[in-house]
């Protein structure tokens, strides 16, 4: 017996695919005989008495809502006409069941968003009907994907919400140094700048504290936040909801071959804080206030406009449905993949791709030994490619008996397949069990999670427009995150210190120039190469891939860290994987797996292979500056400043955003802290 054919058939309806093979199929030789699943098919010149010397066993099953097919082949010898069969039964399967992209329902605002969706999403609508807020939080969902296909179908004509005015005329009403649009990690980034003496104000769309995700992080990342005096001891434990023993990754390789399947890789020291985010919002809202700030939230960010000496930005406070104008030396976009801001500053390359993700925080009701919540899935596959995206779950243990499960996938940008939330819940709500043994009445639902992640493939440190005159970005609105496992929340923990101490420099000088701005940034160099590594992990549009592709080349990396020391993994995933060991994995990786290349070839394209070249030559260029740098670079900076940054804070500015980008990535012995 030999597998011969493997088809994903983008379909949930595995009836209708078993009714075509069975009735409507006409394989064009041998005889068809019909089995519960698919049929068999027999040379015709032997009788029904006779055993075959070869035939062809057909037959489909589902699983993550997809239909899958495979062809075996019975026998010693090829079946007759056997090549022209399996073209044959492949091309009318794709002509029947093509890739579907849907498009959400308009709605009627005064009518129930459940009844409006129920007919599409019933699984969705049925179990956000079990949470708190779930009215609420499913029309929020709703209108993060209008506002994302909105982004996406416009990139080079994006909505104009950023306008410069010639001249200095400056308001002295409602005056700030600082105005923040987003509250989730621009209240994070707002609390610190505040601390430092500069009168903010924070302005977030939703009621202040309430999050889409849940933030998970390490132990040594989230030392930045003591660092800077934000949080104290007691109140960064006060925040952390569970510290678990140990992450799993594990991708399915049932159909891998077997030198592609890979050990389970432990990740202790990954992920394994899960924070009580809404408490650490509160605690930086408090902050943000004793420090002297403002909080306007239910306020929607309209326009800014910007002239020589300040911002004007114009919003809609929408409790008491009116206009208004505040002024401000600085703004500050942090409103994600949503960010209009984002979609204006960089055109039709404000995103490379994102990940779509949904999931929920359950409380109760896996029965018991399902899941020890000592331990967490960072990443984790059951099932090869499904209706076009390889889906990823995560989960992670929370406070009690809590558990944060996300689904998500990395996806290309594109308007004509732009990524949908509500598909992915009604995916999340019926494949569940399939991932984690439960019943699905029986849960106890908390809240759900849902955003969609940003990527960009930055080929240098000045490739992402973060800034304009007056304006610059932070979190996922800047999107400089890794492409593996983090979001803008673990990317602006890394860099808060940067990000901060920064533009503390900028504003103390007045460098509020674009030209300025846009050194202030989260990008590190060996983030960037590894770009390419989530571009394999895209199925193109309309295209048909292998479906143990993905999980192949997943095993193929994970498999080699799971061989590798625990630092070296560790430093991987966080991003602070040197030029030395970036080379020797990936060196390793292609002598694992030649036809790697090929693969990644396919899915990125040469355009992005020619692109990852050069930035790869950068991280190379980088990895040389720092050699000769880190020596006495870092102490030249600390003899010169009292000179240097009183009397040229712009060299200053550019030389101390020069030792960031070289050192902030920097990989450091194990258990060491930043």
Not at 260 to 281: E, F, R, W, Y
Not at 285 to 291: C, D, F, Q, R, T
Not at 303 to 318: D, G, K, Y
Not at 420 to 445: A, G, Q
Request: with cysteine; charged share 20%; aromatic share 12%.
């Amino acid at each position: 017996m030999k597998e011969i054919l493997y088809l994903e058939i983008p379909i949930p309806d595995i009836n209708a695919v078993r009714q075509w093979l069975q009735v409507n199929f006409q394989p064009g030789h041998g005889k068809k005989i019909i089995t519960a699943d698919g049929f068999r098919l027999i040379n015709p010149s032997e009788s029904d008495t006779e055993k075959s010397a070869s035939e062809l066993s057909v037959f489909v099953w589902t699983v993550q809502r997809t239909t899958y097919l495979k062809v075996f082949l019975w026998g010693d010898q090829p079946f007759t006409q056997q090549s022209s069969i399996l073209q044959h039964l492949t091309t009318e399967i794709r002509k029947r069941f093509p890739h579907q992209y849907p498009e959400p329902p308009k709605i009627d605002p005064q009518k129930s968003i459940f009844s409006e969706l129920e007919p599409y999403y019933p699984l969705t609508v049925k179990y956000f009907q079990k949470m708190p807020n779930g009215e609420y939080d499913l029309k929020r969902a709703y209108w993060w994907e209008q506002k994302w296909r909105e982004g996406v179908r416009n990139p080079k004509k994006p909505r104009q919400v950023i306008f410069y005015e010639q001249g200095s005329q400056k308001s002295t009403e409602n005056q700030y140094d600082l105005i923040y649009v987003g509250g989730a990690l621009g209240a994070i980034h707002a609390a610190v700048m505040a601390k430092l003496g500069y009168k903010v104000l924070l302005m977030e769309r939703m009621p202040f504290g309430r999050m889409n995700r849940e933030w998970n992080i390490s132990r040594d990342e989230l030392q930045s936040l003591l660092n800077l005096g934000l949080l104290t001891n007691s109140e960064l434990e006060s925040i952390i909801a569970r510290e678990y023993k140990d992450g799993f990754s594990k991708f399915f390789d049932a159909n891998n071959p077997s030198h592609l399947k890979a050990a389970v890789l432990h990740t202790p020291t990954v992920l394994n804080i899960a924070l009580d985010s809404d408490k650490l919002l509160q605690l930086c809202g408090e902050k943000l206030k004793a420090a002297g700030g403002e909080i306007w939230d239910q306020t929607e960010f309209i326009s800014a406009n910007i002239n020589e000496s300040q911002v004007q930005v114009n919003v809609w406070r929408i409790d008491s449905e009116i206009e208004e104008q505040v002024y401000g030396r600085l703004l500050i976009d942090a409103m994600g993949t949503a960010s209009p801001i984002a979609w204006q500053l960089n055109g039709g390359r404000a995103f490379d791709s994102v990940c779509p993700t949904v999931g929920a925080v359950i409380d109760a009701g896996f029965a018991p030994g399902v899941w020890d919540n000592q331990y967490g899935d960072v990443l984790y596959s059951h099932g090869d490619i499904s209706r076009g995206r390889q889906l990823i779950w995560e989960l992670f243990p929370a406070m009690g008996e809590e558990i944060t499960v996300y689904l998500f996938h990395y996806h290309e940008v594109n308007g004509e397949n732009p990524g949908s939330l509500l598909e992915m819940y009604e995916d999340f709500f019926h494949i569940l069990p399939e991932y984690r043994r439960c019943e699905m009445d029986k849960l106890v639902w908390k809240k759900p999670t849902f955003g969609y992640i940003p990527g960009h493939f930055s080929l240098n440190e000045s490739d992402r427009t973060v800034a304009f005159d007056r304006l610059t970005t932070v979190g996922d609105a800047a999107s400089l995150q890794s492409p593996l496992v983090f979001t803008g929340f673990g990317s602006l923990i890394r860099n808060l210190e940067r990000l901060t101490n920064l533009l503390n420099i900028a504003l103390k000088y007045d460098l509020l120039s674009s030209h300025h701005l846009n050194k202030i940034r989260a990008y590190q160099s060996n983030v960037a190469v590894t770009w390419l590594f989530s571009k394999g992990m895209m199925v193109p549009t309309g295209q048909f891939i292998k479906p143990q592709l993905i999980n192949a080349m997943l095993n193929t990396f994970f498999g080699l860290l799971a061989d590798e020391p625990p630092e070296m993994a560790d430093n991987f995933i966080k991003d602070r994987c040197d030029w030395y060991n970036f080379n020797r994995l990936a060196l390793k990786a292609a002598s694992k797996n030649p036809a790697l290349l090929l693969w990644i070839w396919q899915l990125a394209g040469a355009k992005d292979l020619v692109r990852w070249v050069g930035s790869y030559l950068n991280f190379s260029f980088q990895a040389l500056i720092r050699a000769l740098l880190s020596v006495w670079f870092p102490s030249f900076l600390k003899i010169s400043q009292k000179w240097l940054e009183p009397n040229y804070p712009g060299i200053w500015l550019q030389l101390l955003a020069t030792n960031y980008a070289i050192f902030i990535g920097k990989p450091r012995p194990r258990n060491q802290v930043l």
